[in-house]
């Protein structure tokens, strides 16, 4: 079975994380080996996760995030992918699978999208990490079939770590995009935005995607600047969280800022505040006179705030 340990803040801030902790041991050594992955196909216990887009599969009582038993050579046939995911603390291999066409749930059986899965508690946290990492893995899979250098069809290679190319020789691998995700302080005051599809009244910490010859400071600077117009000096790293949606690397941050002027890029925000700490402790514990809230406990942007909190 997978075991997470407790999390150890002092140490790891970002194993306390949703989608953080994943406890499979990923055989990187071995995964090229096309005759360990068929002994671990082929290994009684064997578990799949079956995803049709970004939608898993959930079977049984308790419900559980995979598939197993007779089935599973059959699954695999149909797929338009198959990947191998790791060996769990007691050896049983774990394994994901995309499908085509339209998703078809058995008796037993429902879809959840993982940000559903986990917001609703609707399997054990220990396997939101693995599950987070089979769906950002077969994304980057449906998007990569062809050579992005001469256009030719690639082929699975490493277990479903590599895609190479038969024409040119091109070797494709997988990307995370990184984000950095900010609590930027003044202080007893924390900047919060919000977008407009967000839910009514959802105010959340500023973010935005690293680019490339740019550190995770810098960025931090940047993203906060062009989108609220606040100069941030001194930037602390936090903590991370993989982000499946579809393969991010949530890099959250703490920064103090420089000036305390807001000056909304509506382009990017539908607002953008000051929020005192007793106006965020309102918002936390869901007693806001204005009915303001703060993200749900699945993203590190709650982790962020409760930090900046002191809780």
């Keep these: 079975m997978i075991r997470i340990p407790e999390p150890h803040p002092a140490l790891d801030w970002s194993s306390a994380n949703t989608f953080s902790v994943n406890d499979l041991d990923r055989r990187s050594d071995a995964r090229t080996d096309p005759a360990f992955v068929a002994r671990a196909f082929d290994d009684p216990r064997a578990r799949l996760m079956v995803f049709f887009g970004d939608r898993i599969v959930i079977d049984g009582t308790p419900p559980r995030p995979y598939l197993t038993g007779g ?3 059959d699954i695999a046939q149909q797929a338009a992918t198959t990947i191998f995911l790791g060996l769990d603390n007691d050896g049983v291999p774990y394994f994901a699978a995309d499908m085509p066409g339209e998703p078809v749930a058995l008796p037993g059986q429902s879809l959840y999208d993982l940000r559903s899965l986990a917001v609703e508690g609707v399997v054990e ?8 990492q089979a769906r950002a893995m077969l994304f980057w899979h449906r998007r990569n079939r062809f050579c992005g250098v001469c256009g030719h069809p690639t082929e699975v290679a490493a277990a479903g770590y590599q895609r ?9 691998f997988p990307r995370t ?5 900010m609590l930027i302080a003044n202080g007893d005051r924390a900047l919060l935005g919000r977008q407009g599809r967000f839910a009514t009244g959802m105010y959340t910490c500023l973010a935005g995607f690293m680019e490339p010859g740019e550190t995770i400071e810098d960025a931090v600077r940047r993203e906060v600047l062009e ?6 000096g001194a930037v602390r790293y936090h903590a991370s969280q993989p982000w499946p949606f579809p393969a991010n690397l949530m890099l959250g941050c703490l920064g103090e800022a420089l000036s305390s002027k807001i000056v909304v890029d509506h382009n990017e925000l539908e607002d953008c505040r000051w929020f005192h700490r007793d106006e ?12 303001l809230s703060c993200p749900p406990t699945v993203a ?4 962020l705030i409760t930090a900046w909190m002191g809780q």
């Excluded at 995009?177 to 995700?181: E, L, Q, R, Y």
């Excluded at 989108?227 to 941030?232: H, N, P, Y």
């Design 280 to 291: 965020v402790r309102a918002m936390l514990a869901g007693t806001h006179d204005g009915g």
């Design 177 to 181: 995009d990184p984000v950095v995700i």
């Design 71 to 73: 089935a599973l050579d």
């Design 300 to 303: 590190l942007a709650r982790s």
């Design 227 to 232: 989108e609220s117009g606040i100069s941030v």
């Design 125 to 132: 946290p220990a396997y939101f990490g693995p599950a987070a």
């Design 164 to 172: 190479g190319c038969p024409s040119c020789g091109t070797q494709h």
